[in-house]
């Protein structure tokens, strides 16, 4: 009988010791993850690359009705195609839908801009002369709407909306010993579309790649002479493309 009791203590004293180092071993259960939340606000800047392409149309007519013997040659157009680079900043707005993963925003971005090109076209009537034809663009702005869907900290975007670029134009040379300096500003009203992918990578930051597109259709551009006060139109179509990074601080809500 107490070889019996022996026994049941000894037993019951293992399965003590046993449990208590089941539950030192026990692993806690791991704290929940909470996703990161795009709703909120933003501000910004970027850097990168630009180039156009543009069409003049018809500088040679410009120079010839105003400097030169006169005299219909045909249509000319020049093609330069100005390029640089692009600096500016941004700043917008994006709203996430509770328990889903899509996201909706509105950005305004503007960027000064270094593209820039020449190119040199003969005069028909004035052999050998030549005129030297300059396109630059100085700036860049647009509003786009913007929609999006989230993988966690990683936003997949694409935008569009109403665009502005800022152009100077410059027609210089001499005909018949005669000098001319046209020169012309633009600000020009178009589209955009764009789309790019956003990373935040701290509580409240973000870096992004985007491209953009810019279409400003065909209008005419006043081209005045300062030299002798004369002027003229010229006709020119354009559209931009821009690859960009930016860096923004999100306030008011993004982050972890």
Not at 61 to 69: I, Y
Not at 143 to 172: C, H, I, P, Q, W
Request: charged content about 10%; some cysteine; overall charge negative.
């Amino acid at each position: 009988m107490r070889k019996s009791i022996a026994v049941y203590v000894a037993a019951f004293a293992l399965g003590a010791i046993g449990s208590a180092h089941a539950a030192d071993l026990a692993v806690p259960p791991a704290p929940f993850a909470e996703r990161f939340n795009w709703t909120g606000c933003y501000g910004g800047m970027h850097l990168g690359g630009a180039f156009a392409t543009k069409n003049i149309t018809d500088p040679v007519q410009l120079v010839q009705d105003n400097a030169g013997p006169g005299g219909t040659v045909g249509v000319t157009t020049v093609n330069p195609g100005p390029n640089g680079a692009v600096v500016g900043g941004q700043i917008g707005c994006d709203y996430q839908f509770a328990s889903s993963a899509f996201v909706i925003g509105v950005e305004g971005s503007a960027s000064g801009s270094t593209m820039k090109a020449n190119k040199t076209v003969g005069l028909p009537v004035s052999i050998p002369d030549t005129a030297l034809v300059q396109a630059n663009t100085d700036f860049l702005t647009s509003v786009t709407a913007r929609v999006a869907y989230a993988f966690d900290n990683v936003l997949l975007y694409g935008k569009g909306g109403v665009a502005m670029a800022g152009d100077k134009y410059e027609v210089s040379g001499s005909i018949g010993g005669v000098p001319f300096d046209f020169r012309g500003l633009d600000n020009r009203i178009g589209w955009t579309v764009g789309a790019g992918v956003d990373w935040a990578f701290a509580r409240h930051w973000s870096a992004n790649f985007e491209y953009d597109y810019y279409g400003f259709g065909r209008g005419n551009v006043n081209m005045l002479d300062p030299l002798t006060g004369t002027q003229g139109l010229v006709s020119v179509s354009q559209t931009v493309q821009v690859v960009k990074v930016g860096l923004n601080f999100h306030m008011w809500g993004a982050g972890w």
